[in-house]
């Protein structure tokens, strides 16, 4: 009787076991990523803040830079409170109160947030602040009025249209200053490369309030270019550029116009010199420099802590997910485990009762019960394989001593003289068994791995005329015509001989053994005035061997069981007609054991050809 198998070795505890780990690690999991999630949603929180303040200290930088002062900006600092929920204050550098959305006895933070300065700003969330540090929205005396605004808007369709007619695609984009200036789809100012027929520089000739503005700044700027050139003060000058969205002026280095060329640090101190007048020329149309203070109150971080009901919470989830875990693997496990069950209960029983296993499913489980089924058949089979080789042997055996016996009884009793005849009679009969005998110790010896070959360099005609030599008698007798044939190698290389015969490295008596079992099966087969062909030849890294006879065939069902211990065609044939049926089975053994196959293919009534495949020796 089989021991019970322990509870924590059983498959069902195990599956329970993992199932409750990979639920307690899930659920770990799934809690770590709540957490993780809730931080990443606060540090978003935070980005949205900072967003907020940047935005706010955008709009107030874009009225910043569009009056002259701050007088009625209350109106849209409140309106920035209502909608971002926060405090702004501005005051001037001296903290003197500008505007407030809260009352003025509340206290201001400790600290500013930003300084709002138009014309030296910190915010980059405007084109052009980048470059010049003053907001683009601040353009002062470069405002075009109304009659010159629709103009160049008239122009900026006449050019876009003549930009569509050249397959160039654009949009108007109106400037700060009220300029309309064209835009293509990547953003470039006048769509990068101009069309040459829309090339009138109509659009981007400066208006008079233009020309105005500029000639003003020109004479800002006038002494520091001056300092800049040196001798040659008409090398620079400022310019409208139109081209860019981002910067209203900039220097205009004449190289073209003189054919000297600046440096690089020149270039530099040109443009602070432009930089530096804008300012001057901006001022008196800007809001004076401001502080900007920013409530933190619905603004501060919030901090993550779990109250007494969400802790119950998280534990009654948990508790019941590891519940549904335990109902769901109790049932997939039942449902697994009772296959296996039924293979435990089938491999517990007697061998002789052969038990097979029904196949329920197509997954592992299912495999391994085809498995053993097939085990079972394969063990079944090769159990009435054993009993009918030991019937076989026992027959092979009884027949040749019983006629051994028979003699000598009748011998002893005087019966019968033991005269020559007789005695070599006796003497078959033992050679018979003798070969019998020979036959199962050559098989077992296979079958234990303890067959010894002698190796040694053979030449393939060679081995096929000692075979045909010591079976010539037994054919002739038999009124069968031995041939021999064998192709040579084109030239000489993997072959020993010069004359490219195949060569092999074997132990010549056993594989003159396996062709002459071959040899002696086609002449008992083969009827008289039939041929026997023995042939060689060399395929590749193999020398094959063939015997080709013209006798009865082998019916194709009988095929796979040639090789077979004891297997006769003919059930009916006796030792001396029909062999021991082993000899087929040797022959299998010796080329195996040489590191070769062989194979046969038969036809009824025509004959049957059994090949030999073994390594070249070259």
């Avoid at 700003?121 to 470069?142: K, L, M, N, S």
């Avoid at 008196?284 to 203070?293: G, I, K, Q």
């Avoid at 997939?332 to 002789?352: D, G, I, K, N, Y």
């Avoid at 027949?399 to 016996?405: E, F, Q, S």
Wanted: proline share 5%; aromatic share 4%.
């Amino acid at each position: 009787m089989a021991r019970p198998i322990p509870l924590r070795k059983r498959l069902l505890v195990r599956l329970l076991i993992t199932s409750v780990l990979i639920a307690i690690c899930s659920v770990a999991a799934t809690a770590w990523l709540a957490v993780e999630t809730t931080t990443r949603a606060i540090q978003e929180e935070q980005g949205q803040v900072l967003t907020e303040d940047m935005d706010i200290l955008r709009q107030l930088s874009g009225y910043a830079a569009t009056h002259r002062d701050w007088s009625g900006v209350g109106k849209t600092v409140r309106a920035l409170s209502d909608r971002t929920g926060r405090r702004i204050a501005l005051t001037a550098p001296d903290r003197t109160p500008i505007a407030d959305s809260e009352t003025r006895d509340t206290a201001l933070p400790p600290r500013a947030a930003a300084a709002v300065d138009p014309l030296h700003t910190d915010t980059f969330t405007e084109p052009g602040a980048q470059r010049t540090g003053i907001d683009p929205r601040a353009v002062g005396p470069f405002r075009l009025p109304r009659t010159e605004r629709e103009r160049v808007r008239l122009l900026a369709e006449k050019r876009r249209a003549c930009f569509s007619i050249n397959g160039v695609e654009t949009t108007i984009t109106q400037m700060p200053s009220g300029r309309s200036v064209l835009v293509d789809e990547d953003g470039t100012v006048d769509g990068g490369q101009v069309p040459t027929p829309c090339a009138d520089g109509v659009l981007n000739t400066p208006t008079v309030t233009e020309e105005k503005a500029l000639a003003e700044l020109n004479t800002y700027a006038g002494d520091c270019l001056k300092g800049v050139g040196g001798k040659f003060p008409s090398l620079f000058a400022a310019t409208v550029d139109f081209t860019d969205r981002s910067m209203l002026t900039r220097y205009l280095g004449r190289k073209a116009e003189t054919g000297i060329d600046t440096t690089r640090d020149q270039d530099k101190k040109a443009q602070e010199c432009v930089d530096r007048a804008r300012r001057q020329q901006l001022e008196p149309y800007v809001a004076p420099a401001a502080e900007l203070f920013l409530g933190r109150g619905d603004s501060a971080v919030p901090h993550f802590d779990m109250s007494a009901a969400n802790k119950a919470k998280v534990t009654g989830v948990a508790g019941l997910v590891l519940a549904l875990t335990v109902a769901v693997t109790v049932l997939v496990a039942t449902r697994l485990v009772r296959p296996l069950r039924a293979l435990t209960h089938a491999a517990q029983q007697p061998p002789e009762q052969h038990v097979r296993v029904p196949v329920t499913t197509q997954d592992e489980t299912g495999i391994l019960a085809v498995a053993f089924n097939d085990l079972a058949d394969r063990r079944e089979r090769m159990e009435a394989q054993r009993k009918a080789m030991v019937a076989d042997i026992a027959h092979e055996l009884r027949t040749p001593l019983t006629n051994i016996r028979g003699w000598l009884e009748v011998t002893r009793d005087g019966v019968v003289d033991p005269d020559p005849e007789l005695l070599a009679s006796l003497h078959d009969e033992a050679v018979v068994l003798q070969r019998v005998i020979d036959d199962l110790q050559d098989l077992a010896a296979a079958d234990a791995g303890t067959l010894r070959l002698h190796r040694e360099p053979v030449r393939a005609d060679e081995l096929l005329e000692q075979v045909v030599a010591a079976h010539r008698v037994a054919a002739e007798a038999a009124g069968v015509r031995l041939h021999m044939s064998v192709a040579a190698s084109q030239g000489s290389q993997g072959s020993h001989g010069s004359d490219g015969t195949p060569w092999l490295d074997a132990d010549p008596v056993r594989m003159r053994q396996a062709l002459g079992n071959l040899v002696s099966n086609a002449i008992r087969h083969t009827p008289a005035d039939g041929t026997i062909t023995l042939s060689c030849r060399r395929q590749d890294d193999e020398v094959v061997f063939e015997v080709a006879d013209t006798g009865s065939g082998i019916a194709p069902e009988d095929l796979p069981s040639v090789f077979e211990r004891f297997w006769r065609a003919e059930k009916s044939r006796s030792r001396r007609t029909g062999g021991s049926g082993l000899g087929l089975s040797i022959v299998r053994q010796l080329v195996t054991a040489h590191g070769g196959t062989v194979t046969v293919t038969s036809e009824l009534g025509t004959g049957s050809v059994f090949t030999l495949r073994l390594p070249d020796a070259g």
